[in-house]
């Protein structure tokens, strides 16, 4: 179950619509990309091609990766400190996980 933070700041990324609360934030960057920012650091972006592309920013957190969790076409989970997307072994870099 996702936090209420986590809810709201996905539903502003899909809806492309700006949001800030605590350490979170949604806004539309150069080129029309807009991204989704946990303690400033980009974890989401939908392009121009509506492509959802996630990333943990380089940090393996528990609350990165509830934020994450909370978008479609994602699931991470960890099993002896290794993340796993969707399945397959992670190691948070940049990835297109679908268009939404």
Request: aromatic fraction near 10%.
């Amino acid at each position: 179950m996702s936090r209420k933070i986590t809810g709201e700041a996905v539903e502003a990324l899909l809806d492309k619509k700006p949001f800030k609360k605590s350490n979170m934030k949604v806004h539309m960057d150069f080129g029309g990309v807009w991204k989704m920012k946990l303690h400033g650091n980009t974890i989401a972006a939908i392009d121009e091609f509506n492509m959802l592309s996630i990333s943990n920013a380089g940090w393996s957190s528990n609350t990165t990766k509830e934020r994450l969790n909370g978008l479609p076409n994602v699931r991470i989970n960890q099993k002896k400190f290794v993340w796993y997307l969707n399945g397959v072994e992670w190691n948070g870099e940049w990835t297109r996980v679908g268009i939404v």
